[in-house]
């Protein structure tokens, strides 16, 4: 069975940092690349970050700057450091495996799904 299990969610201050964490179990993804998402309250969900099989990243204009996107293939995980936080940043962050090779912003080319970890950022 095949799981994305997130964690590193939490309450931080704006402008502090946070670092979420994607593992995978059931299956490598060495070959797929991986995203983050995130959904806010009332909003659709929306693109954080993507990274590659070859470790090539891609971000939502909303985060480059402040995010970084990084993967370790032997541990079978997936990071998503989170610096200057801001109010607006609040969601659940979820973490997804592609069937693509290329990083990708589409919701659509995602197959598989974790649980969802909860960032909050206080004002």
């Known amino acids: 069975q095949v799981q994305l299990v997130e964690s590193g969610g939490g309450l931080v201050q704006a402008g502090g940092s946070l670092r979420l964490s994607c593992a995978a179990s059931?299956?490598?993804?060495?070959?797929?690349?991986m995203g983050w998402f995130r959904q806010a309250p009332g909003k659709e969900r929306e693109f954080v970050a993507s990274?590659?099989?070859?470790?090539?990243?891609y971000y939502a204009d909303s985060v480059k700057g402040r995010f970084t996107i990084s993967r370790d293939i032997a541990k079978k995980t997936v990071y998503l450091q989170m610096n200057s936080l801001k109010p607006e940043d609040t969601a659940v962050y979820y973490c997804?495996?592609?069937?693509?090779?290329?990083?990708?912003?589409?919701?659509?080319?995602?197959?598989?799904w974790g649980q969802g970890t909860q960032v909050t950022v206080s004002s």
């Open positions: 059931g299956r490598t993804f060495s070959n797929n690349a």
């Open positions: 997804a495996a592609s069937w693509l090779a290329s990083a990708s912003s589409s919701y659509g080319t995602y197959n598989y």
């Open positions: 990274i590659s099989w070859s470790h090539s990243t």
